[in-house]
């Protein structure tokens, strides 16, 4: 079956520090990837998207690029601020199947000042 | 512009009463979907409902959950006779169509908090 893999959290940065936050998945054909992020209290919202093989999605100075050959969607962002702490879903929507998203376990980033 | 709209927020039973979550979608979505996330866990599907219709329930725990969208009024999970490894946050999804385009995101609302004492 699919799943995601996300790196284990949390992870503590000072402002203005570079993050990556690693993602893998397991799936049959091309699926389309997904990063999801939810501040405390509130629901996921969408980051970014990327639906094909070397595609780069990004939003808000976070980027991520599906590199089909690593089977990866590593998140990353040049430059945190405070308000970026929160935790972050990595999900894979599978093409040709039920089309329900498999996320994986989260990522809670702390941006200290 | 309302988005998705889920209450209560916070919600707490003893072990054997019903819980009852709501969820109103976004206007125009007719597509409604509900995962729990366990802490420290990734959100697991429960199920898809469109209006009157349940599409995809194979996330369901087969025993004490049961899920509606009538053809008006809110998305309901209904949880009989809770028990404490029901405590989770439960969210509630939707979207304008269905999922037959890999490539569209779903909107969630803020969640359910259920505690069970």
């Known amino acids: 079956g699919n799943s995601v893999t996300q790196m284990e959290g949390p992870v503590t940065l000072s402002e203005e520090a570079f993050l990556t936050i690693n993602c893998t998945y397991t799936?049959?054909?091309?699926?389309?990837l997904f990063w999801y992020v939810q501040y405390p209290g509130e629901g996921l919202q969408l980051l970014l998207k990327?639906?094909?093989?070397?595609d780069k999605g990004s939003n808000k100075g976070f980027e991520a690029t599906y590199r089909k050959e690593t089977t990866s969607f590593h998140l990353e962002k040049g430059s945190v601020q405070v308000s970026d702490s929160a935790v972050y879903f990595c999900?894979?929507?599978?093409?040709?199947?039920?089309?329900?998203?498999?996320f994986g376990r989260g990522t809670s980033l702390i941006v200290h000042p | 512009n309302a988005g998705v709209m889920q209450n209560p927020r916070h919600l707490v039973r003893r072990r054997g009463q019903e819980a009852r979550l709501r969820c109103s979608p976004m206007?125009?979505?007719?597509?409604v979907y509900w995962y729990r996330q366990l802490p420290e866990e990734g959100l697991k599907f429960m199920v898809y409902?469109?209006?009157?219709?349940?599409?995809?329930e194979s996330g369901m725990p087969k025993e004490r959950f049961s899920a509606e969208f009538p053809k008006e009024g809110p998305s309901i999970l209904r949880i009989q006779q809770v028990v404490r490894g029901d405590s989770a946050a439960y969210f509630c999804?939707?979207?304008?169509?269905?999922?037959?385009?890999?490539?569209?995101?779903?909107?969630f609302g803020d969640g359910t908090r259920l505690s069970i004492l």
């Open positions: 999900a894979l929507i599978q093409s040709g199947g039920s089309y329900i998203p498999t």
């Open positions: 999804a939707s979207s304008p169509y269905g999922l037959s385009n890999s490539n569209q995101p779903q909107h």
């Open positions: 409902l469109q209006k009157e219709n349940i599409i995809d």
């Open positions: 206007k125009g979505h007719s597509h």
């Open positions: 799936a049959t054909g091309y699926p389309s």
């Open positions: 990327a639906t094909k093989a070397d």
